[in-house]
């Protein structure tokens, strides 16, 4: 049964980094075919992708949000940690970490954490 | 904006079939994903793609695709089926990124 869960701070300042943690179970990171992605969603609106990391540690981001973003794994703690740095209130937003599967003509988020609520605040 | 581009609201009455759409250049190469949300809860995958279904999805679930659109059906809309529905897919870059539609929300009536 594969679960995950962000974890990380609900409140943060304008221009500081956030860091985000998704501690999961149930599969590897370093098996083929195997991604783990950043979704976030801020209040009434929709789900915005933000990052993918591979089992090869290959990372992809989104463009509008590059600068600012980095994906790290950590296989052996089963663990992906998203940063985003200079921290906006347009950022406030729930932040999803998903299991996702990757092959040649699809992707897809088979599996989700509960989203961990983000408030950027002074 | 967004790559992928979804009607923003769709109505169905209790028991038709009902098809959400899906447009964007990337989808002539690659498959979309759609998820399925409800108020306070993450998304749920329901197809994915060429029309897969993820184990506890009932068969009422499919998709398809032809040219810059994909679509999902509803055969026999359920009442718990009321919720927002979201495309997913790969970008037209080429690069391997990610994008998602802006999210249809659906009404059962």
């Known amino acids: 049964q594969i679960t995950l869960k962000e974890s990380g701070p609900t409140l943060v300042k304008p221009t500081q980094t956030l860091t985000l943690t998704c501690t999961f179970s149930?599969?590897?990171?370093?098996?083929?075919?195997?991604?783990v992605g950043w979704i976030r969603q801020p209040p009434g609106k929709a789900l915005e992708w933000l990052a993918l990391?591979?089992?090869?540690?290959?990372?992809r981001y989104s463009p509008s949000l590059k600068s600012r973003l980095t994906i790290t794994k950590d296989t052996s703690k089963n663990q992906v940690v998203l940063t985003m740095t200079n921290m906006d209130p347009v950022d406030t937003a729930t932040y999803y970490c998903?299991?996702?599967?990757?092959?040649?003509?699809?992707?897809?988020?088979?599996?989700w954490g509960q989203g961990t609520m983000v408030t950027v605040s002074s | 904006s967004s790559e992928l581009t979804q009607d923003p609201a769709v109505s169905v009455a209790l028991g038709q079939t009902v098809r959400i759409t899906c447009q964007g250049d990337?989808?002539?190469?690659?498959?979309a994903s759609w998820y399925q949300q409800k108020p306070g809860q993450a998304p749920v995958l329901v197809i994915y793609?060429?029309?897969n279904r993820p184990s506890g999805i009932p068969d009422r679930f499919s998709g398809s695709s032809s040219g810059n659109t994909a679509s999902l059906t509803i055969t026999g809309a359920q009442a718990e089926d009321e919720a927002d529905y979201y495309c997913?897919?790969?970008?037209?870059?080429?690069?391997?990124?990610?994008?998602f539609g802006g999210g249809t929300k659906l009404t059962v009536l």
């Open positions: 998903a299991h996702s599967v990757i092959g040649v003509t699809h992707d897809a988020f088979d599996i």
């Open positions: 149930g599969f590897s990171l370093s098996t083929s075919g195997v991604g």
């Open positions: 990391i591979y089992w090869d540690d290959d990372k």
């Open positions: 990337s989808l002539r190469s690659y498959y």
């Open positions: 793609g060429k029309n």
């Open positions: 997913n897919s790969r970008d037209s870059s080429g690069n391997h990124l990610g994008v």
